[in-house]
Nanobody
Framework: QVQLVESGGGLVQPGGSLRLSCAASGRIFSIYVMGWYRQAPGKQRELVARITSGGNTYYADSVQGRFAISRDNAKNSVYLQMNSLKPEDTAVYYC?????????WGQGTQVTVSS
């Protein structure tokens, strides 16, 4: 049984920053490619960033240069540092492996960017 618990979301003004955290349990975390995904109201869930076990990263064009994904295998955790936030970044953010395992979606954490 795998549990993924996201935290760190909140309300922030445009241009602000947030750091999301994801704590994983139940499996050998370090072998997986981990991803951050988001789902805005009325839209499909999309991949925001992913990171391999060795630390190689990929970012969606919409967040390139503003977001940074990292992981701490010793803590079974993955993080998303979000800077220069825009209203269009408003969404529920989730972590999962990449490609995602549908059984492992957590509750997500809400990020709202608004003045």
């Amino acid at each position: 049984q795998v549990q993924l618990v996201e935290s760190g979301g909140g309300l922030v003004q445009p241009g602000g920053s947030l750091r999301l955290s994801c704590a994983a349990s139940g499996r050998i975390f370090s072998i997986y490619v981990m991803g951050w995904y988001r789902q805005a109201p009325g839209k499909q869930r999309e991949l925001v960033a992913r990171i391999t076990s060795g630390g190689n990263t990929y970012y969606a064009d919409s967040v390139q240069g503003r977001f940074a994904i990292s992981r701490d295998n010793a803590k079974n955790s993955v993080y998303l540092q979000m800077n220069s936030l825009k209203p269009e970044d408003t969404a529920v953010y989730y972590c999962n492996i990449h490609p995602p395992e549908n059984r492992w979606w957590g509750q997500g954490t809400q990020v709202t960017v608004s003045s």
